[in-house]
Every structure is written in structure tokens, then in C-alpha cells.
């Protein structure tokens, strides 16, 4: 018999370090600091430094005066006390999807959306049990809609490449125009976009009502360094109107509300939800949730596997093509689980570059959160922000977590799920599943399967590609300099 586990160890209580400065002044400093003069990296790290090394600490995060009326929040910045934020009976989730400011819902015709809701309003189970119903609904197209998509991208790389020997390849504008259609078809019973009225502008749309809905959470640092106060006011000072994005909007309202039968259907008839409120939903789910998160992050897992080198690109080749011919040429779910490297990429891109970098909630009664090697009492009310990128990069948890290691989750205690554990991406443990009465991500197991899909894509075509990285406020822009023809298959 097993010896029963452990209680977790007594740590010491301590207060939390850290201040937040004079009112106005202190959140106006650090929002400066945060988005211009040291990056959101340095600004955490930096102040684990200057308070003794804590990973708990009181700062102030973006926006700021005059878009947010309060910055202030507990940073919880490592693994151990991360997980709290998933704990709903001591978090509350109302309004805290962009942290500290909530878009007006102006922006979601006059409604907040399910990714708003706190998991205690009767509506948020109503509207979540709506969206995992009809993703199971579709189970069986995942696979062969999204290799649809995938073909006709790189088709467009392909032919980009024919038509010159010196072409660059930018991949963030074609795997954007891959994944609107994708999402665009899946919930409008298979409908080509560029056939509707939204035509080949959907995801043109979608970046300008998302951008003025994230502006006040992000810095686009346009300008030099030292002019940085002049973009910070025009961009973090007042929240942008609707009105400048009413047209975008009504256009994707009108084409989902016009060809999402089976999904708006099945909102009405099953779940009791009027017709427009799950219209509204479905815009925000199809074009925030789920363009926004792709969007970051296909980029990302390419950049990463790309300058992985020639040993991961013969690795994922020869498993890939051994595992596919081994299921008869096709892939298939039994096929993509079988494929253990390719897997492990894909949680290895979620670890050490999440497409959302942090989390938050607000504490709903007095409590102690834990890092690993000490404990701090949260009050009711206070705010608790998650910064992703740390957590997931915890050097307590991970060996080398700067790196980039495609095998890090292959056999050992990565196939065990002892490391999934701590992989936070989708608001919840990756080896946790989404329910309606929690806030993971309800998409979570379709994301990982999409993004390894996309791995066997490339690596059926080709053996190997080089690719140029530039920075951008969110995620990475990718040019693809070089691909190399499959030699074998």
C-alpha cells in the first residue's frame, strides 16, 4: 500500500512586498515602465529582485488613469502560487478577462460576454454548456476541415515561393486568413467566407474591432523611446469609441447571424438562449477567443520549431510519416496521439510562450496564497494578477525553462502528466478538462489538436524551413526565408 500523501509544508506568513505609489502618479509611472522603458519581463522581474527575491508581490498593471479606476493587484509570479486563479470558490471572474478595465459592451452589442462572466451567473453554465455541446457536435470534421484549410495555406506558400527564387513568405497574413476561414466554416455549417458578404476581409475586420478592445492593454511603440509619453497618451489615457468600429462589427454580426444556423439553432431550441445573445456570443468566441489566441500563437510554434533546428525537423519528419503510414495514409485522432514528439512540441510552445500572458480574479473573501517558499494573506476584494510567462517558466518546475526542449514532455515525468501539470495556458492545468462550471478555455483539447495538426501539415510537405523573427506587441512576426521539399513520405 502506498504511503498517503503528504500535507503541503508550513511556510512562513509574511506580508507582501511591494507598494504602489502615490494615486495617479504610481500607476502613470508604472505603466511607462511596464509597456516602454522595461518591458513586461524586466518589470516583474525587476521587482522580484528589489523585494528579496519574492514571486508574490503589490504593483500596479496597465491601463491605468484615466481608462481603469483601480491598478493596483497582487502579482502572483510562479508556478506555485499561480494556480489559485483557477480556483473559483476563492476567485471571482466577473469582468477581469483584460484584467484591471473591461471593454465597454458597446463593443458586444450591449451585452458581456461569456469570457466576462464569473462562474457564479446562472448564464455563464447556460452559454458554456452551449459552446462545448456544439464542439462535440463537430468532433468528426475537425480534423479534415482544418487539413482543408492547411492545404489551401500552403498552396498560397508554395506559389509565393514558385513565383520568384528570392521570395520571403510572411506567415502571420496567411495563417490569419487560414484561421478565420477555418473558424468561419466550422461554425457556419462548412460556409467559405470569401462567398458571404464579409468576403476575404474577415479577419480585417476582426483585427481592428479586437485592437481597439486590447489598446489599453498593450503598446504597439510606434514611436522612439524617448517620445514613448506621447503614444502612451493617445493610446492608454481614454478608451477608444465603438463608433470607429460599428461597421467591422454589424458586417461579422450579419454574416455569423446568417449562415450559423445549426450553432444559433441549437442555442434557442436546446439551451433557451435568444437568438441575438447567442449571435453575440458566438462573434465574440469565433473572433476574440479563438482568432485572437491563433493568431499569437500558430506564429509562435513555428518560430519556435523553425529555429529548433535540422535535428527536431527530422524528428517530427520521421515520426510523423511513420505514424501516418502506419494508419493508412490518413490522419486521424488515433494517428495524432500516437505521434509523442509532436505533442510534446506543441505543449512545449504553450509552456514557454503562452498566446494569453496572464490571468486574473478577484479575491472573494480573506486568504493565504503560497509560493513555494512562503505564504501571504490576500484580502477580500483585492485584485490577483497572473503572469503567465513566469509561471510557465518557473525554474523550480523546469529544468532549463529558457529553453526550448521539443522533447521535454516525451516519457518520464512529462508522459506521466507530472509536468502538464504546471502548462497554465488555457486559464486551467493542462491536464485539467473544461466544464461549465469552471473558466477553462472550453476549446482547450481543440487548440492543442488544431496546432499538432498543423505540425503533421508541414512536416508531410517538407522536411524543413528557416524562418526570420521580428517582435510585435503581441506575439512574433514570422517571415519564412526558406522551406525544404519533402525528400520522402
Given at each position: 500500500?502506498?504511503?498517503?500523501?503528504s500535507?503541503?509544508?508550513?511556510?512562513?506568513?509574511?506580508?507582501?512586498?511591494?507598494?504602489?505609489g502615490l494615486?495617479?502618479l504610481?500607476?502613470?509611472?508604472?505603466?511607462?515602465?511596464?509597456?516602454y522603458?522595461?518591458?513586461?519581463?524586466e518589470?516583474f522581474?525587476?521587482?522580484?529582485?528589489s523585494?528579496?527575491?519574492?514571486?508574490v508581490?503589490?504593483?500596479?498593471?496597465?491601463?491605468?488613469p484615466f481608462v481603469?479606476?483601480?491598478s493596483?493587484?497582487?502579482?502572483?509570479?510562479?508556478?506555485a502560487s499561480?494556480?489559485?486563479?483557477f480556483?473559483?470558490?476563492?476567485?471571482?471572474?466577473m469582468?477581469?478577462?483584460?484584467?484591471t478595465?473591461?471593454?465597454s459592451?458597446?463593443f458586444t452589442?450591449?451585452?458581456r460576454m461569456?469570457a466576462?462572466?464569473?462562474?457564479?451567473?446562472?448564464?455563464h453554465?447556460l452559454?458554456?454548456?452551449?459552446?462545448?455541446?456544439?464542439?462535440?457536435?463537430?468532433?468528426d470534421v475537425?480534423i479534415?476541415?482544418f487539413?482543408?484549410?492547411?492545404?489551401r495555406?500552403?498552396?498560397?506558400?508554395?506559389?509565393?515561393?514558385a513565383a520568384?527564387a528570392?521570395a520571403?513568405?510572411n506567415?502571420n497574413?496567411l495563417?490569419?486568413?487560414?484561421v478565420?476561414g477555418f473558424l468561419?466554416?466550422?461554425?457556419c455549417?462548412?460556409?467559405?467566407p470569401?462567398e458571404?458578404?464579409?468576403?476575404?476581409?474577415?479577419?480585417?475586420?476582426?483585427d481592428?474591432?479586437?485592437?481597439?478592445?486590447?489598446i489599453?492593454?498593450?503598446a504597439?511603440?510606434?514611436?522612439?523611446?524617448?517620445l514613448s509619453?506621447i503614444?502612451?497618451?493617445?493610446?492608454h489615457?481614454f478608451?477608444?469609441?465603438?463608433s470607429?468600429?460599428?461597421?467591422?462589427?454589424?458586417?461579422?454580426?450579419?454574416?455569423?447571424?446568417?449562415?450559423a444556423e445549426?450553432?444559433?439553432?441549437?442555442?434557442?431550441?436546446n439551451?433557451?438562449?435568444?437568438?441575438?445573445e447567442?449571435?453575440h456570443n458566438?462573434?465574440?468566441i469565433a473572433?476574440?477567443?479563438?482568432?485572437g489566441g491563433?493568431?499569437?500563437?500558430?506564429?509562435?510554434?513555428?518560430?519556435?520549431?523553425?529555429?529548433?533546428?535540422?535535428?527536431?525537423?527530422?524528428?517530427?519528419?520521421?515520426?510523423?510519416?511513420?505514424?501516418?503510414?502506419?494508419h493508412?495514409?490518413?490522419?486521424?485522432?488515433g494517428?495524432?496521439d500516437a505521434?509523442?514528439l509532436t505533442?510534446s512540441?506543441?505543449?512545449e510552445?504553450?509552456?514557454?510562450e503562452?498566446?494569453?500572458p496572464?490571468?486574473?480574479?478577484?479575491?472573494?473573501?480573506?486568504?493565504v496564497?503560497?509560493?513555494?517558499d512562503?505564504?501571504?494573506?490576500?484580502?477580500?476584494g483585492?485584485?490577483l494578477f497572473?503572469?503567465?510567462?513566469?509561471?510557465?517558466?518557473?525554474p523550480?518546475i523546469?529544468?532549463?525553462p529558457e529553453?526550448?526542449?521539443?522533447d521535454?514532455?516525451?516519457g518520464?515525468?512529462?508522459?506521466?502528466?507530472?509536468l502538464?501539470?504546471?502548462v497554465?495556458?488555457?486559464n486551467?492545468?493542462?491536464?485539467?478538462?473544461?466544464?461549465?462550471?469552471?473558466?477553462q478555455?472550453?476549446?482547450?483539447?481543440?487548440?492543442?489538436?488544431?496546432?499538432?495538426?498543423?505540425?503533421v501539415?508541414?512536416?508531410l510537405?517538407?522536411?524543413?524551413?528557416?524562418v526570420?523573427?521580428?517582435?510585435?506587441?503581441l506575439?512574433?512576426s514570422?517571415t519564412?526565408?526558406?522551406?525544404?521539399?519533402a525528400?520522402?513520405?
Open positions: 500500500m502506498s504511503p498517503p500523501p500535507s503541503p509544508p508550513e511556510l512562513p506568513l509574511k506580508p507582501i512586498p511591494g507598494s504602489y494615486p495617479f504610481g500607476p502613470m509611472r508604472d505603466r511607462l515602465a511596464y509597456f522603458y522595461q518591458g513586461s519581463d518589470y522581474a525587476s521587482r522580484i529582485r523585494h528579496n527575491h519574492s514571486t508581490i503589490r504593483t500596479n498593471m496597465p491601463p491605468g481603469a479606476a483601480d493596483r493587484v497582487v502579482a502572483l509570479l510562479d508556478a499561480f494556480p489559485v486563479l480556483d473559483n470558490s476563492k476567485v471571482e471572474k469582468n477581469v478577462l483584460d484584467g478595465y473591461a471593454p459592451v458597446d452589442g450591449g451585452l461569456l466576462f462572466l464569473d462562474t457564479r451567473d446562472p448564464k453554465a452559454l458554456k454548456s452551449l459552446v462545448m455541446s456544439f464542439l462535440a457536435s463537430k468532433r475537425f479534415p476541415l487539413r482543408g484549410s492547411l492545404s495555406m500552403f498552396q498560397a506558400i508554395d506559389g509565393q515561393f520568384t528570392t520571403r513568405v506567415f497574413g495563417s490569419e486568413e487560414m478565420f468561419f466554416r466550422l461554425f455549417d462548412g460556409k467559405d470569401s458571404t458578404e464579409i468576403g476575404t476581409r474577415g479577419p480585417v475586420h476582426v481592428k474591432w479586437n485592437a481597439l478592445q486590447v489599453p492593454i498593450t504597439p511603440r510606434l514611436l522612439p523611446k524617448c509619453f503614444e502612451d497618451f493617445f493610446l489615457t478608451p477608444f469609441p465603438f470607429l468600429v460599428k461597421s467591422d462589427y454589424s458586417k461579422l454580426y450579419a454574416a455569423f447571424n446568417k449562415h445549426t450553432f444559433l439553432d441549437r442555442a434557442e431550441s439551451f433557451g438562449i435568444p437568438r441575438a447567442a449571435c458566438l462573434v465574440f473572433g476574440f477567443n479563438a482568432y491563433f493568431k499569437p500563437f500558430f506564429p509562435s510554434l513555428i518560430k519556435w520549431v523553425a529555429n529548433a533546428g535540422h535535428k527536431l525537423h527530422r524528428q517530427l519528419a520521421g515520426e510523423i510519416r511513420v505514424v501516418v503510414r502506419g493508412g495514409g490518413k490522419v486521424t485522432l494517428a495524432l505521434m509523442t505533442k512540441v506543441v505543449y510552445a504553450l509552456r514557454i503562452p498566446p494569453i496572464f490571468q486574473y480574479g478577484r479575491a472573494r473573501e480573506d486568504m496564497v503560497r509560493s513555494h512562503a505564504a501571504y494573506e490576500v484580502k477580500k483585492e485584485m497572473g503572469y503567465q510567462s513566469f509561471a510557465t517558466r518557473d523550480t523546469f529544468d532549463r529553453e526550448f526542449v521539443g521535454r514532455f516525451v518520464g515525468r512529462g508522459e506521466k502528466k507530472l502538464l501539470r504546471d497554465y495556458w488555457s486551467g492545468r493542462e491536464t485539467d478538462d473544461p466544464t461549465a462550471e469552471n473558466k478555455c472550453p476549446a482547450k483539447d481543440l487548440v492543442v489538436l488544431m496546432s499538432r495538426v498543423l505540425l501539415e508541414l512536416f510537405r517538407y522536411d524543413g524551413l528557416t526570420e523573427i521580428e517582435s510585435l506587441p506575439g512574433s514570422v519564412i526565408t526558406s522551406l525544404n521539399k525528400t520522402s513520405v
